[in-house]
């Protein structure tokens, strides 16, 4: 009998930052006028698309909420992945002093349970922080079922108490840590983003850390070969030639910083630059970065060109002088691997999987996360003209080969079902 693993996505669908494209090629109508889609891009569809193609004694389903769906719609991609919509509703629920939002899905929870029940060896993959869909899972299965939690941010500072004096505050913090210290003893298993901070885990709750010295997503950079000097491509962009040229590529959401990297931009001692950022985020999240704008004077440096094609958008990391990653917790980002790829530096913050790939290769430049004058400091000794080495191509596809990658996933699935 073959082993099945049921990745869980903690958040619906990315509807809103396809706004304005085609739907996706698998989509359904739904019956209130609106549709639902799978774009198969979600990591756990990639992670499981892998798996599948190494191994023969596994299945593999990526189990979705989608707020949209009114029933739940399924597809079976060529390689045997399965991605499944359940209906969806947004819960309130109390964390610390606070109430927040997440999605749940009742009859996620019914078909989780009519598997569990079925006698075939499962293994239950979520996402490692505090979700709403995570805890009655974890409450009614860790005791039954191998459930491992993976961190896609880093996990180092999730415990920590605030330095401050104020009442209120020191008690959410309090009653935040007791809390997660209830949800984190009944994840046994945890895949970590990076390092830093694992040993917590091991030492206060004996979790079964699966530490790595490679990356936890591989990157596939056999096209990602730099095809025109840099001069060429900005011809070809109609991009000016007598500027510096920065170029930024990711969601546009507050956990990116991009409005801490505006207003440094802002503040550098040279103006001859231009800065192309790919990309969406919803538009009140657009809105407020454009306003950042027109309140620094940037409308003549800063250019958001949304998303782009495949070809275009390795075109515009050829054309960039510099490649910006300014997170604030990341488990990648993948931009300064593929800027790398490019023979493009990149300027980053010390979060994720790439920051501990730059830092080990001496390549790259990083900075603090929240040090926004160092980000400053450093940016203007950049147009300056400090050089910024470049890992070499062959550490680089070492780093992110996916060969050992999905056999580290698979691995993970056979020895928490023992089997």
Not at 268 to 289: P, Q, V
Not at 388 to 410: C, M, Q, T, V
Request: proline share 5%; net charge neutral; with cysteine.
């Amino acid at each position: 009998m073959k082993i099945k693993v049921i990745n869980i996505v903690n958040h619906a669908p990315a509807y809103d930052g396809h706004r304005g494209r085609p739907r996706p090629e698998i989509n359904w109508d739904v019956p209130n006028g609106t549709w639902v889609g799978i774009w198969g891009y979600e990591w756990h569809d990639i992670i499981g698309n892998k798996v599948l193609a190494i191994a023969e004694d596994i299945e593999y389903e990526v189990w979705q909420p989608d707020q949209r769906a009114d029933k739940i719609y399924e597809h079976t991609f060529e390689s045997g992945l399965v991605h499944k919509l359940f209906p969806a509703v947004e819960k309130k629920f109390i964390h610390g002093l606070h109430t927040r939002e997440d999605l749940y899905s009742e009859i996620l929870m019914e078909e989780l349970e009519k598997v569990i029940n079925s006698g075939q060896p499962i293994a239950i993959h979520i996402k490692a922080g505090l979700k709403y869909i995570n805890i009655p899972i974890l409450k009614k299965y860790y005791k039954k079922v191998p459930i491992v939690g993976q961190f896609y941010t880093n996990s180092s500072n999730i415990f920590e108490i605030p330095k401050t004096k104020h009442p209120l505050k020191l008690l959410n913090a309090y009653k935040k840590r007791w809390e997660l210290y209830g949800y984190y003893k009944m994840i046994k298993y945890i895949i970590p983003s990076v390092k830093e901070g694992t040993d917590f885990f091991e030492k206060k709750f004996g979790t079964k850390v699966f530490n790595r010295d490679f990356a936890n997503f591989g990157s596939g950079f056999g096209d990602w070969v730099r095809n025109y000097p840099n001069t060429e491509v900005k011809k070809r962009l109609n991009i000016p030639l007598d500027k510096f040229i920065f170029f930024s590529s990711s969601r546009l959401i507050p956990i990116k910083q991009i409005d801490k990297m505006l207003i440094a931009l802002s503040k550098l001692d040279s103006k001859n630059f231009k800065c192309y950022i790919s990309g969406r985020g919803t538009e009140e999240y657009e809105a407020y970065l454009k306003k950042i704008l027109v309140d620094y004077g940037l409308e003549d440096n800063v250019e958001f060109i949304g998303y782009v094609d495949y070809s275009t958008l390795k075109e515009y990391f050829q054309a960039a002088d510099l490649l910006l990653s300014t997170s604030k917790q990341d488990a990648g980002p993948a931009s300064p691997f593929q800027a790398a790829a490019m023979e493009t530096p990149s300027f980053l913050t010390n979060t994720g999987i790439a920051s501990e790939f730059f830092e080990q290769s001496k390549t790259g430049t990083i900075v603090p996360i929240d040090d926004y004058q160092a980000w400053v400091a450093e940016l203007n000794r950049i147009m300056q003209g400090k050089e910024i080495a470049l890992p070499s191509r062959e550490k680089l596809e070492a780093f992110g080969d996916w060969k050992i990658i999905s056999n580290y996933y698979y691995n993970i699935y056979k020895t928490i079902l023992k089997v």
